[in-house]
């Protein structure tokens, strides 16, 4: 929790500590997520801003396929585009395939703008598993992603994020 005279910087660093230890499936973050989580979307409790993000991706890691629905929903529900990129940053961070492919579903359903499209595909493609399940999607749906993006930059940028982890 922070405090009140707490430094910026402190609460960056909070986050991101939070953040990596989820990635590591530290399982106390992940419960303490999924308890703040679920109280958000069943009983509205608010969930500080600057913990937003470390609190859905490490959600995500728990792989309980409920808050990836959860997660569309408040994707769908706010009018906040700084709300959306949280949402589309954290739908790539489990390592459950079939939740990874609902992700690239989703990133290509008309509910998403193309330059979330890209947050969500290269969220995705931040993994082993996600970067070949998003790299077979887009090969699979080239004609679709060339029509979505229109020639755009972020059809560069998305090729480029979907590339750059292949060894």
Known sequence: ES???????????????L??????????VINEAVRRLTAHVERD?????????????AAMRSKK?????????????????????RVASALGSTDDEATLGSALEFAMSSEVQPHDTFIIIS?????????????NHFRDNWNLFNERFNDD????RLIKSLTENFA
């Open 19 to 28: 953040s990596r230890m989820a990635m590591f499936d530290d399982l106390r």
């Open 45 to 57: 409790e608010p969930i500080a801003a600057d913990l937003r993000s470390s609190i859905y991706e």
């Open 65 to 85: 396929r409920n808050f990836f629905d959860d997660l569309c929903h408040i994707y769908r529900e706010t009018t906040l585009h700084e709300e959306k990129v």
């Open 153 to 156: 930059a972020l059809l560069t």
């Open 3 to 17: 405090s009140p005279d707490e430094e910026h910087l402190t609460k960056i660093l909070r986050s991101l500590l």
């Open 123 to 135: 969220s995705v493609a931040s993994s082993q598993l996600g970067r070949d399940l998003a790299w």
